[in-house]
Nanobody, 122 residues
């Protein structure tokens, strides 16, 4: 399976927006739940948003209403639009794929990208 590759991270001021992308080539990823996770220094990795193969989505309470996950199967791309960013959103963001339907639990995901850093300054 081709590796997952994230892009789009960077530095932004509080209240700003960023759009993350994940290249997810291959039929396997289209059958799986795809998710975005983040991990800040000294903290556990946490689920941010996930999208199932049927297009249904789920979000962590902390990101609901601000983040939007989407998947473009024609382009083999998973995206995360992040608006109204807060300093507490600063973390390494990871794209992942897993067989558990619409999960945000990291152990349910077996394929991981290398991550992209997001830094939000106040």
């Amino acid at each position: 399976q081709a590796p997952l590759v994230e892009s789009g991270g960077g530095s932004v001021q509080s209240g700003g927006s960023l759009r993350l992308s994940c290249a997810a080539s291959g039929d396997t990823y289209r059958k799986y739940t795809m998710g975005w996770f983040r991990q800040a220094p000294g903290k556990e990795r946490e689920g941010v948003a996930a999208i199932a193969s049927d297009g249904r989505t789920t979000y962590a309470d902390s990101t609901k209403g601000r983040f939007t996950i989407s998947q473009d199967n024609a382009k083999d791309t998973l995206s995360l639009q992040m608006n109204s960013l807060k300093p507490e959103d600063s973390a390494m963001y990871y794209c992942a794929a897993g067989s558990a339907w619409l999960s945000l639990y990291p152990p349910h995901f077996g394929y991981w990208g290398q991550g992209t850093q997001v830094t939000v300054s106040s």
